[in-house]
């Protein structure tokens, strides 16, 4: 079994930054991508960022320029560094790591962390 848990999330303020972090424990593989997904209220879950073990990075655009994701395969752990934050990003934020095994992808989600941006 994997756990993943996520940490970081919280209120801020329109413009602050927040840094979110996650960490996976248990049966370990070397996760082939990790990211960030979120979902706001009355939404459907996005994609927000994604990092795989070749080094390529992805975000969506909204946050392009603002947010960084960054992972230690050692330490099999990715962040998001989240700036000049806007009330739109405000939603429940989830890590999902997806390791290869047995033939197929499995993917591996945290239980979410509440970022708040106030206006």
């Known amino acids: 079994q994997v756990q993943v848990v996520e940490s970081g999330g919280g209120l801020v303020q329109a413009g602050g930054s927040l840094r979110l972090s996650c960490a996976a424990s248990?049966?370990?593989?070397?996760?082939?991508?990790m990211g960030w997904y979120r979902q706001a209220p009355g939404k459907e879950r996005e994609l927000v960022a994604t990092?795989?073990?070749?080094?390529?990075?992805a975000y969506v655009d909204s946050v392009k320029g603002r947010f960084t994701i960054s992972r230690d395969n050692a330490k099999r752990t990715v962040s998001l560094q989240m700036s000049s934050l806007k009330s739109e990003d405000t939603a429940v934020y989830y890590c999902?790591?997806?390791?290869?095994?047995?033939?197929?992808?499995?993917?591996?989600w945290g239980q979410g962390t509440q970022v708040t941006v106030s206006s």
């Open positions: 248990g049966r370990l593989f070397n996760f082939v991508v």
């Open positions: 999902k790591m997806t390791a290869w095994f047995g033939g197929t992808f499995n993917d591996y």
């Open positions: 990092a795989n073990n070749l080094g390529n990075k």
